[in-house]
């Protein structure tokens, strides 16, 4: 399923400081193939321990196709209100506040087919990698919940129009995206080249994301923390809208088949064999997920 979104704005306390530029991994895909791919495998998991953040270079999505996309999608947000909603139906939607649904030209929808397809392959090759690097057989026993058929993923296509200017916002800070952790297993983010995505570490603090138009950003879903029984985190992130340029961002989040049950790997218990989290469905999370707030702490409910 593909959406196309405007960021809804909220207004939240404005920090006492600007916040200090993360400090993200960056891991070479490229070295992978060869001698390099155990340190790549091992960088990934090191990246996903500390952070559960970390970027992508040499990931063999080609630039054209991305610049193609990007293009494409702002040409659609530039369109009328009237001209985006018209229409109605899936896989591809437009969700403005209320969460209206149409459809956009098909020479975009394909393009962001064909863009989702190359973003899920390389999803794929990066969980092959993890996998590795945390030692666990068989080789695709990440990758795999992502490349089924029957997987729950998505694409989402962020449009944040540029804010007001900042003496319209009374001391306070806007967000177009409030702080959550995703809910899947991986997401695979780029932007336009526009700031505004933050990370929060394990102390709380906020940092921001310096963008990398050539780089895939990738975040650890809650998903990955069940499987990795807590070993990886999901990574608290939110989008700031403070620049003057309109930000175009495009997520792809891997989750599993519906029915899939999720529990920690049994060779990732650890000698104690203690699970942290009880067995639940994709289906299963995502209803409970429904039921609260963005947010919210959403893997509290299935902790052991
Ligand atoms: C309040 C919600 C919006 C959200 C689904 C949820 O119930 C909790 C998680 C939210 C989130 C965050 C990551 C993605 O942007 C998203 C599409 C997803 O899968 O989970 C959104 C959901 C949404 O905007 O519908
Ligand atoms: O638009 C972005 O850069 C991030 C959005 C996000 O976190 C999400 O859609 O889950
Ligand atoms: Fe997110």
């Not at 020479?107 to 945390?134: K, S």
């Amino acid at each position: 399923m593909v959406v196309l979104a405007k960021a809804e704005l909220e207004q939240i306390a404005l920090p006492a400081a600007a916040p200090p530029t993360a400090d993200v991994r960056a891991v070479d895909l490229s070295a992978a193939p060869g001698a390099g791919r155990a340190a790549a495998a091992r960088a990934l998991v090191a990246a996903c321990e500390e952070q559960g953040f970390f970027k992508v270079t040499g990931h063999g999505v080609p630039q054209e196709l991305v610049r193609a996309v990007e293009a494409a999608a702002a040409g659609f947000f530039a369109l009328p209100q009237a001209e985006k909603e018209g229409g109605a139906g899936e896989p591809v939607g437009y969700a403005a506040a209320a969460a209206s649904l149409s459809e956009p030209s098909s020479p975009l929808r394909e393009l962001l087919e064909e863009y989702a397809a190359a973003v899920r392959r390389m999803a794929c090759g990066v969980l092959e990698l993890m996998a590795e690097g945390l030692g666990i057989e068989p080789a695709d026993a990440l990758s795999r919940l992502v490349a089924d058929a029957e997987s729950d993923n998505m694409l989402r296509v962020n449009h944040y129009p540029p804010a007001p200017r900042p003496e319209q916002q009374a001391g306070r800070l806007l967000t177009g995206f409030g702080e959550h952790t995703d809910p899947q297993i991986i997401s695979v983010l780029r932007s336009n080249g526009t700031t505004g995505l933050e990370i929060a570490g394990r102390d709380g603090a906020w940092a921001a994301v310096p963008p990398d138009t050539d780089s895939f950003f990738i975040n650890v879903g809650d998903a990955l923390q069940v499987l990795t029984n807590g070993r990886f985190r999901s990574v608290k992130h939110r989008v700031v809208v403070s620049s003057e340029r309109s930000r175009v961002s495009m997520i792809f989040f891997g989750g599993p088949p519906p029915g899939e049950r999720l529990a920690p790997l049994p060779q990732l218990l650890g000698d104690g064999g203690r699970s942290r989290y009880r067995e639940f469905t994709w289906k299963e999370y995502k209803s409970s997920s429904h039921k609260g707030r963005l947010v919210d702490n959403r893997l509290c409910h299935f902790e052991n």
